[in-house]
């Protein structure tokens, strides 16, 4: 089930373990700053849409939104659409939003990653404390929009900071929130989450290699890095599949001064959008994703799944403090 975990303690949802710092070299503090005033606002746009559910005229608007933003920023997009089944026959018209930095011709090939988000809105608020919410659309500021707005941010960063060593690439996932919920009792929930992401890893995988086609050395997956009061737990599937890039992602936080929102504990495995992208494109990918452990209601915490992931519950110092972490691991790259 999406996001659910599937290392569970027997103590309770989501057990975190303290992970012994390694001594490392202090890295260059990164002197570009990563505005969460206008992270903010890419992810109040996103809700003026209303809910980007799957199949919506919202969802179809948003999506043509993003694809422009990214273009501005001087990016080019290419719409991957796709015809996918959701759990329970639904034919959803998906499209993952694919954003290339273009490389000048005269420029050797450099190190490239991605970085994505989902960005379509959960269908059913199933996890609200109100079973009368059950079936109402969630606004999805955090749980979506937060993500894309984080990448947007970025975007336009590196377009007026073209000092980068690397080429950084964006995704964003569409199909992600679909999932079996939890009132359906009936429904198979077997591969139901995360099926932009899947769609793309397979495309990705039976590409044929050539020998310009630079590969991605990694990736980072963000889902609700903007909630009120989060922190960011070093997930055990990241750990397990791309080990080295959560180090990395963890060390500029440190140096950013922001390792406060980055804990040194590891958190329970979350199937997500980052699952397919190492297990089908074999691309080392983690999941920067919030844990609540203490939250009764979620340990994704309380505003998950529910009409109250509005944007009244976005927190700019958490924008902030993924946005310049990743501005610190992108420019020290």
Not at 139 to 149: K, L, R, T, W
Not at 184 to 207: F, H, I, P, R, V
Not at 211 to 238: T, W
Not at 272 to 288: E, F, Q, Y
Request: with cysteine.
């Amino acid at each position: 089930m999406k996001k659910y975990l599937y290392l569970v303690s027997l103590i309770g949802l989501m057990a975190c373990s303290t992970i012994k710092k390694q001594p490392v070299e202090e890295q260059p503090v990164v002197t570009i700053q990563f505005n969460a005033d206008s992270a903010y606002a890419f992810c109040a746009a996103q809700c003026d849409f209303g809910p980007r559910v799957m199949n919506s005229d919202a969802h179809e608007r948003c999506g043509t939104w993003i694809q422009q933003k990214f273009q501005q920023y001087g990016y080019q997009v290419e719409m991957q659409k796709a015809d996918l089944k959701g759990y329970n026959g639904t034919i959803l018209k998906s499209t993952n939003i694919i954003a290339k930095q273009p490389i000048a011709n005269s420029q050797e090939p450099t190190a490239k990653i991605f970085i994505c988000a989902h960005w379509d809105s959960r269908p059913w608020a199933d996890n609200d404390p109100d079973s009368a919410n059950w079936h109402k659309p969630v606004m999805a500021a955090n749980d979506g929009a937060s993500g894309v707005a984080v990448m947007l941010e970025l975007a336009r960063l590196i377009q007026q900071n073209d000092s980068l060593n690397i080429t950084v690439d964006f995704i964003c996932f569409d199909a992600e929130d679909w999932g079996v919920p939890q009132w359906d009792e009936k429904g198979d929930g077997t591969d139901s989450w995360a099926l932009g992401s899947q769609y793309w890893a397979k495309e990705y995988s039976q590409q044929p290699k050539s020998n310009d086609q630079q590969p991605y050395q990694y990736a980072i997956l963000l889902d609700m890095v903007g909630g009120q009061g989060a922190k960011f737990y070093q997930e055990s599937y990241s750990l397990q599949k791309a080990g080295a890039v959560v180090e990395k992602v963890w060390r500029a936080a440190n140096a950013a001064g922001y390792g406060s929102f980055f804990p040194m504990k590891e958190s329970g495995g979350v199937t997500d959008d980052h699952i397919p992208v190492n297990d089908v494109a074999n691309i080392p990918c983690i999941d920067i994703i919030n844990c609540y452990p203490d939250c009764k209601q979620s340990s994704f915490g309380p505003t998950w799944h529910t009409i109250q992931d509005d944007m009244q519950h976005i927190d700019k110092n958490t924008l902030q403090a993924v946005g310049q972490t990743l501005v610190q691991l992108i420019y020290n790259e």
